[in-house]
């Protein structure tokens, strides 16, 4: 996984000039406006993703790259007071600027990791969901990566991946895409079969896998 990925983040949303800052600056303030980009819920449809998701209470999520918490607050509502959500990600002040606003709002169900750049560590007791949004091309290695994160899930567990795929010009401008197919053939070779694919979004790709039968 790349240091940065959360970082990195904020040039698909055209805000060069203010990711230059927050690499200066190292605020966390700025950091969360260049993730979320402007104007975001209209093309990333939130509500929608997490519907499509078919979550239920109970259910153990792992968030990979949650940054400010964008997807990481809606999982933890869909999964109840007695489902989990782990915000993941690799940069320790967005994930300590994260459970600020956790314990400020009293999510009791969301606990932060620290991730290793080649591992989302988490916990033995495992996952039934696996999220991740706009971090996939940030990851290096991923057939590696995601093999090795097939021991978190729980049996059952899946993996939904959405990423830009270049069908807008600003991810597209910065290289922060990746092809569908791409991900497809990546995710099989990780040992993983395709369960779903989601079509509703105009810039980025929408598929769940599952682990293959053995």
Not at 20 to 26: E, P, Q, R
Not at 128 to 142: G, M, P
């Amino acid at each position: 996984m790349n240091a940065r990925f959360t970082l990195r983040r904020a040039k698909p949303f055209g805000a060069a000039a203010l990711a230059a800052l927050v690499i200066l600056a190292g605020c966390t303030t700025l950091k969360k406006c260049a993730y979320e980009g402007f104007g975001r819920d209209a093309w990333q449809q939130p509500e929608k993703v997490v519907q499509s998701l078919a979550i239920k209470p109970g259910d153990r999520i792992a968030d990979l790259g949650s940054g400010g918490g964008y997807f990481t607050f809606r999982l933890s509502r869909a999964v109840g007071p007695t489902g989990k959500v782990y915000a993941v990600d690799v940069d320790q002040d967005m994930l300590e600027d994260l459970a600020e606003r956790v314990k400020k709002d009293g999510y009791g169900n969301i606990e932060k990791i620290l991730a290793k750049y080649d591992d989302p560590s988490l916990p033995e007791s495992g996952v039934d969901l696996i999220f991740t949004s706009n971090v996939y091309h940030h990851i290096e290695a991923r057939a590696k990566y995601f093999a090795d994160a097939a021991k978190y899930l729980r049996p059952g567990g899946r993996v939904a991946v959405v990423d830009f795929d270049g069908r807008h010009w600003s991810a597209t401008f910065v290289g922060h895409t990746t092809p569908v197919e791409l991900i497809k053939k990546e995710m099989d070779e990780a040992g993983y079969r395709l369960e779903r694919e989601f079509d509703f979004l105009d810039r980025q790709s929408f598929l769940v896998f599952s682990k293959k039968a053995r």
